[in-house]
T-cell receptor, first 113, second 110 residues
Framework: AQSVTQPDIHITVSEGASLELRCNYS??????LFWYVQSPGQGLQLLLK??????LVQGIKGFEAEFKRSQSSFNLRKPSVHWSDAAEYFC???????????FGQGTRLTINP | GAVVSQHPSRVICKSGTSVKIECRSL??????MFWYRQFPKKSLMLMAT?????????EQGVEKDKFLINHASLTLSTLTVTSAHPEDSSFYIC??????FGSGTQLSVL
């Protein structure tokens, strides 16, 4: 069965520090991979996605993610976080060519001033 | 890029009433849309796939008669929560082309 694991429920980092959010997936083949961000009471904003090719993917808001097939991981990174990055982050996977997704449990990011 | 609009953003209703949530594709035609549900502080779970002009496909465990989905046009899918009860209180969100999501609807049933 398809599944996505985000091991960290809550992460706190200081403003200006680097960030890495972890995501591991279980899937029959290499799926499409996504990272979304959600502010309280809001919808999901797509940060970046990986389909194939270069394993380092650049997204919006200065985020990037690296696909590692050997580790079944797709970790999200940002070199220097801003207070406005505080939100819930979701990793998701989906079958190639299809639109529906399976989500991880989410990681809540808190930024210390 | 693709834009998905969802309405209303928040709704409060009494137990036993029905509530309709709309999901519109603003600048593209969507033959397929997806409805997800998010419990407080939880992840999102796919409820159903909405297909234009045909019946929706529901995920296992989702009550078809409770959550009615209609996709009557290429730009509009609706989710109707029938005879709503407090346990139906949740955040409902739709998605369409290019994995773009709407802004979601917070349903509170009193």
């Amino acid at each position: 069965a398809q599944s996505v694991t985000q091991p960290d429920i809550h992460i706190t980092v200081s403003e200006g520090a680097s960030l890495e959010l972890r995501c591991n997936y279980s899937y029959g083949a290499t799926p499409y991979l996504f990272w979304y961000v959600q502010s309280p009471g809001q919808g999901l904003q797509l940060l970046l996605k990986y389909f194939s090719g270069d394993t380092l993917v650049q997204g919006i808001k200065g985020f990037e993610a690296e696909f590692k097939r050997s580790q079944s991981s797709f970790n999200l990174r940002k070199p220097s976080v801003h207070w406005s990055d505080a939100a819930e982050y979701f990793c998701a996977v989906g079958p190639k060519g299809a639109q529906k997704l399976v989500f991880g449990q989410g990681t809540r990011l808190t930024i210390n001033p | 890029g693709a834009v998905v609009s969802q309405h209303p953003s928040r709704v409060i209703c009494k137990s036993g009433t029905s509530v309709k949530i709309e999901c519109r594709s603003l600048d593209f035609q969507a033959t397929t849309m997806f409805w997800y549900r998010q419990f407080p502080k939880k992840s999102l779970m796919l409820m159903a796939t909405s297909n234009e002009g045909s019946k929706a496909t529901y995920e296992q465990g989702v009550e078809k008669d409770k959550f009615l989905i209609n996709h009557a046009s290429l730009t509009l899918s609706t989710l109707t929560v029938t005879s709503a009860h407090p346990e139906d209180s949740s955040f409902y969100i739709c998605s369409a082309m290019d994995w773009v999501f709407g802004s979601g609807t917070q349903l509170s049933v009193l």
